[in-house]
């Protein structure tokens, strides 16, 4: 893939200065490679590519961003994570498709095939925002929620938020604000660096 004509083309590791290789080395033991929902990094240098490069331009702001990405990734790989696999991605879909946030949408309907039960077109509903027939409850709950706080203004309702912890629980409901949260921001990252994807996106 051709990187010259991107904002944020990667940076060979021999060129990162120690700030940058802290975020670099940190962020391979976060995306291990074949267990990675993208592609991120090049095979031939192991430069990071992707939103990645442009993380590593500000390492003081890549650190704090390492450090959500680090503390939701090891939240999701507990023993009993407070958010099942399906809850998590119809967050993070719901907000990419109301970002039209391209790299989110690409590497996130990877992880829905691979990682959860949704059918193909159930995750294809995700990516444009729209609900999916199928939903059980606590991914309906899910939506509900984090459609609200990407849409609307002010704060959650109360009885959203009383029926959040209902179904969910209040870790959970915790959890999922804070990845709507998270990937609100990331979305704004991928957008304004305008990161490229691999291949077309399949709605």
């Known amino acids: 893939m051709d990187h010259s004509g991107e904002r944020f083309p990667p940076i060979h590791p021999d060129d990162l200065n120690p700030d940058q290789r802290e975020i670099h080395d940190g962020i391979f033991k976060i995306l291990p490679g074949g267990n990675s929902s993208f592609k991120f990094k090049d095979d031939d240098t192991d430069a990071l590519i992707g939103p990645l490069p442009c993380v590593l331009t500000t390492p003081v702001i890549?650190?704090?961003w390492q450090a959500g990405l680090g503390a939701l990734s090891q939240t999701a790989k507990a023993a009993n994570p407070p958010l099942n696999a399906e809850c998590r991605e119809i967050a993070i879909l719901t907000v990419g498709a109301r970002f039209?946030?391209?790299f989110m949408l690409y590497s996130h309907d990877y992880v829905s095939?691979?990682?959860?039960?949704?059918?193909?077109e159930q995750i294809k509903k995700l990516m444009v925002g729209r609900r999916p027939e199928g939903l059980d409850e606590k991914g309906n709950i899910t939506m509900d929620v984090v459609k609200y706080l990407i849409y609307e203004p002010g704060p959650l309702p109360d009885y959203l938020y009383k029926k959040a912890v209902e179904i969910l629980g209040k870790e959970a409901t915790v959890a999922l604000i804070h990845y709507a949260?998270?990937?609100c921001y990331v979305s704004c990252i991928l957008?304004?660096?305008?990161?490229?994807?691999?291949?077309?996106?399949?709605?």
């Not at 490229?196 to 709605?203: A, G």
């Open 181 to 183: 949260g998270y990937y």
């Open 113 to 120: 095939r691979t990682e959860t039960t949704f059918t193909r």
């Open 62 to 64: 890549g650190r704090a």
């Open 191 to 203: 957008n304004g660096a305008d990161i490229p994807i691999p291949e077309p996106l399949e709605f």
């Open 100 to 102: 039209q946030a391209a």
